[in-house]
């Protein structure tokens, strides 16, 4: 991944999504620093109200070293 530091990823509230998520950022060398579930709720930005849907948002650190292998 050429990307280093921290990538924030919002996944649908589904099981196989968050797994299919999960795999992708084990292929990327990426490690998961956190996952979060958030429930349905209403948001306000700006004065204006929406609906947000139940989901997870998963925390990865694409900047750690790789170590090095044991010989």
Do not use: C, N
Request: net charge negative; no cysteine; charged share 25%.
């Amino acid at each position: 991944m050429s990307d280093d530091g921290y990538k924030v990823i919002s996944v649908e509230d589904d099981p196989k999504l968050l797994q299919e998520a999960l795999d992708q950022v084990s292929e990327d060398e990426g490690v998961v620093v956190s996952v979060l579930w958030q429930p349905s709720r209403e948001v306000t930005v700006g004065g204006v109200t929406k609906q947000a849907s139940s989901g997870y948002v998963v925390i990865v650190d694409f900047g750690l070293e790789q170590p090095e292998p044991h010989h």
